[in-house]
Each structure stands twice: as structure tokens, then as C-alpha cells.
């Protein structure tokens, strides 16, 4: 490899990798605050946070590399002419298309690690997250009941709230509950103490030495209940094993599906491979500027570009997975726009070099 490459090569390689570090640290500290505040209400257990945010990692990272590697061409040729660098390699005689080999150099790595993670490591997240769905969803209402705090069920109709637990959280004491009645009012239980059981498959919260309030009070037919022990039956979750979702599909399984939606999602996992390629092409003209500018003076219109581009991907999906368009041309309209922008940049550009040199 020439010296000039592997200049070029390591500038761009810099930014992107410094570029990804940037976005993912933010996309996954907001994931980490996201996930906390389900697990302080009670929604997520503790112990379901690190398949989330795993999962959570994995699917940042398949859109974010595209994105990053096209900002980070973008920035290291930005660097190259605001120091006028690029006047220097012109006078040298390095320009024109000798400037895209280091580019596709460093794609070469870029389109190995988005195959990884969108052919495999991102089923195997989305897998894992399911999974952990499955098993937070199956769990008993009981499971993870706090102390001193008000614990709503998960159909909203009945509240709990237990003043304390014994240390291995079998036992609570001086449980209060408030919800739907046989009779089909609402009712107020109370008990010294209460604790889990399960029988004939069916678990139950038993209540003993306590009272039970039926009706409305003031009403004729308000009763005031003392038992003993009583039992209250706890609902178990009647989803199961939910349909597995298409990001967790491998490429065998959206190959032999029926359904357009599958062959979507399968376009759509070449297409982000094709979409690092395009921008990291894309940003070799895009990135042209005059010294004064300074690094970051294409930098608003790259994203106008990028976000224009993305959201045609995401329009072609929806459109191929809803029938709209014919399965010959499928997803892969959305990347001509971006093609012929690259075209048409590099020729104006090499156009303006030939008649300043005329």
C-alpha cells in the first residue's frame, strides 16, 4: 500500500471510529436511562436488563455504522482541505479516483461488520430480547412486589401494597389490596400477614388473620368480613411463546416465508450493507470545500442527504412489505437517487478541474 493511502486510510479510519464511539455512547446512555426507570416502576425485573440492553447495543449499532463511516469520510476529508492538504495531493498528482482506494479500503471492513451484526448478531439479539420478554411476561404478579410502595397489576384493576418482607421474601406482613370483588364491586382487603402458594398448578397469595370490606360504604349491603386465612388467586400471563419477530428471523427462514413482509426485512439487511458503500462514495465529492469553510462546512448538508436517503429506505420497505411495489425492483429504487448524486458530483467536479485547467 502507498504511503498516501495509508495516510488517508488512517485519517478516515480515526473519525469513524471516533464518530461510532460518539453516537453509541449517547444512543445507549438514553437505552440505560430508559430501561432503569421500567425497572424502578416494576415493568422490567433487575435481572432482565443486561438481555435489553444487549439487544438494545447490537440493533444501534447495524444503523449506526453506515451513518458513521459516511460522517467519518466526510470529517477526515473536511480536515484534509481546511488545512489544505488537498491542494498538496492535487499538486502531487493524487486526486480524481485515486482518492476512492483508501475509501474502499476502509469499506472493506466497514461492509464485513455490518454483514456480521445484521446477518448474525442481530437475529441472535433480537432472539435473546424475545426471549427475556417472554420470561418477564410469564412471571406471577408477585414477582417483583416492593415494600412500602403501592403495586399495580398488570391489567390495572387491583393494587397491592405490602408494609414489609422477611429476608428471603417469602413472607410479607400487613398486606392491603384493593381491587374487583366476586360480586363484581370493588373490594379492600387487609391481613396481619400473607405469603405464595401454589396449587394444582394455579398460585395463590394467602391472606391470614386479616378482614375483608365488600361494597359500597354506607350502602345496606356493605359487609365486613374476618377470616382466618384466605386465598387469592393470582393471574398468570395466557400469551406464551409470542411469534417470533422478523429481526430475530435468520436469512434461511426469511428465504423460505411466504410472506412479503419477510422478503422486506431480507432487502433490507442487504440494503444496509449497500447504504455504507453509497455514503462513504457519496462523501468523497460531498466532502469538496474551499479551505475557509473549515472541516464542518458540507457537514448540515450531509445529513439533509442522509436523512433524506434513509427515510426512502425505510418508505421501500414498507412499500415492498405491503405489496406496493413489484418484487422485481423490491427495495433497491432507493438507492438510485444516491447513486446518481455521487455521479453527478464527481463529474461536476472533475468538470471545473478540466476547464481550470484549460
Known amino acids: 500500500m502507498r504511503i498516501i493511502n495509508r495516510y488517508l486510510l488512517r485519517e478516515f479510519a480515526e473519525s469513524w471510529i471516533a464518530v461510532t464511539a460518539v453516537l453509541l455512547l449517547i444512543l445507549i446512555g438514553n437505552s440505560f436511562l430508559f430501561i432503569f426507570r421500567k425497572v424502578g416502576s416494576g415493568d422490567i425485573p433487575p435481572d432482565a436488563v443486561a438481555p435489553f440492553l444487549f439487544s438494545n447495543t447490537v440493533m444501534f449499532l447495524v444503523g449506526i455504522i453506515p451513518f458513521s463511516l459516511y460522517l467519518g469520510v466526510l470529517l477526515g476529508f473536511g480536515r484534509l482541505y481546511r488545512d489544505s492538504e488537498m491542494a498538496a495531493l492535487g499538486a502531487c498528482g493524487v486526486g480524481g479516483l485515486g482518492l476512492y482506494r483508501p475509501v474502499l479500503l476502509l469499506c472493506a471492513p466497514a461492509v464485513a461488520v455490518v454483514a456480521f451484526l445484521t446477518f448474525v448478531a442481530t437475529p441472535w439479539a433480537a432472539r435473546i430480547e424475545q426471549a427475556a420478554k ?49 360480586d ?27 378482614v375483608r370490606f365488600v361494597g359500597e360504604p354506607g350502602a345496606a349491603d356493605y359487609r365486613v368480613i374476618d377470616f382466618a386465612r384466605h386465598g387469592v388467586r393470582i393471574p398468570q400471563s395466557t400469551r406464551g411463546q409470542a411469534s417470533l419477530r422478523r429481526a430475530g428471523k435468520s436469512v434461511q427462514e426469511l428465504l423460505a416465508s411466504p410472506h412479503k413482509k419477510d422478503h422486506a426485512e431480507l432487502q433490507w439487511r442487504f440494503s444496509l450493507i449497500a447504504a455504507s458503500v453509497l455514503l462513504a462514495l457519496l462523501a468523497v465529492p460531498l466532502s469538496h470545500t474551499s479551505p475557509r469553510k473549515g472541516r464542518y462546512g458540507r457537514l448540515a448538508l450531509a445529513v439533509v442527504v442522509y436523512l433524506t436517503y434513509w427515510n426512502l429506505l425505510v418508505v421501500s420497505k414498507s412499500w415492498f ?21 455521487a455521479l453527478a458530483l464527481t463529474w461536476l467536479q472533475g468538470g471545473r478541474r478540466i476547464g481550470r485547467a484549460a
Do not use: C, Y
Not at 417483583?144 to 410479607?172: C, H, K, P, T, Y
Not at 363484581?184 to 386479616?210: C, Y
Open 321 to 341: 412489505g405491503d405489496g406496493t411495489t413489484p418484487a422485481v425492483i423490491g427495495m433497491w429504487w432507493a438507492h438510485v437517487p444516491l447513486l446518481l448524486l
Open 134 to 182: 417472554t420470561q418477564v411476561e410469564s412471571r406471577s404478579e408477585l414477582s417483583g412486589i416492593e415494600a412500602g410502595r403501592f403495586n399495580e397489576s398488570r391489567d390495572g384493576r387491583s393494587v397491592l401494597f405490602v408494609a414489609g418482607m422477611s429476608d428471603a421474601g417469602e413472607r410479607m406482613r400487613d398486606v392491603f389490596i384493593h381491587g374487583p370483588d366476586p
Open 184 to 210: 363484581g364491586g370493588r373490594g379492600l382487603e387487609k391481613a396481619r400477614s400473607a405469603r405464595q402458594e401454589t396449587v394444582q398448578g394455579h398460585s395463590f397469595i394467602v391472606l391470614e388473620d386479616g
